[in-house]
Nanobody, 125 residues
Framework: QVQLVESGGGLVQAGGSLRLSCAAS????????MGWFRQAPGKEREFVAA????????YYADSVKGRFTISRDNAKNTVYLQMNSLKPEDTAVYYC??????????????????WGQGTQVTVSS
């Protein structure tokens, strides 16, 4: 069982930066692939980024590639999402998620086993 708690959301102007954090409970954090998803009003939850168990490999949605960076610190049971050059279309509730390590990158929400409660990110134009 893994419990996830996000923090770091807020209001920022276009072009600005935010860093989201996701703190995980449990002693098996390093055995999970961690991901970030987001959901805007009236839209489906969409994949943003994922990082493998060690932090050595990452995968991004095309919409955030080059602007967002996912990382993890297994000693702190925490995964991060550094968001730079933010755009109004990045406005959404951002969720941290986890699934047990396996082959291939998973980008569908139903493929993840554990979820945080979400943190709001609002980018003003």
């Amino acid at each position: 069982q893994v419990q996830l708690v996000e923090s770091g959301g807020g209001l920022v102007q276009a072009g600005g930066s935010l860093r989201l954090s996701c703190a995980a409970s449990g002693r098996t954090f390093s055995s999970y692939v961690m991901g970030w998803f987001r959901q805007a009003p009236g839209k489906e939850r969409e994949f943003v980024a994922a990082v493998n168990w060690s932090g050595s490999n990452t995968y991004y949605a095309d919409s955030v590639k080059g602007r967002f960076t996912i990382s993890r610190d297994n000693a702190k049971n925490t995964v991060y999402l550094q968001m730079n050059s933010l755009k109004p279309e990045d406005t959404a509730v951002y969720y941290c998620a986890a699934h047990r390590s396996g082959a291939g990158w998973r980008t569908r929400a139903e493929e993840y086993d554990y979820w945080g409660q979400g943190t709001q990110v609002t980018v003003s134009s």
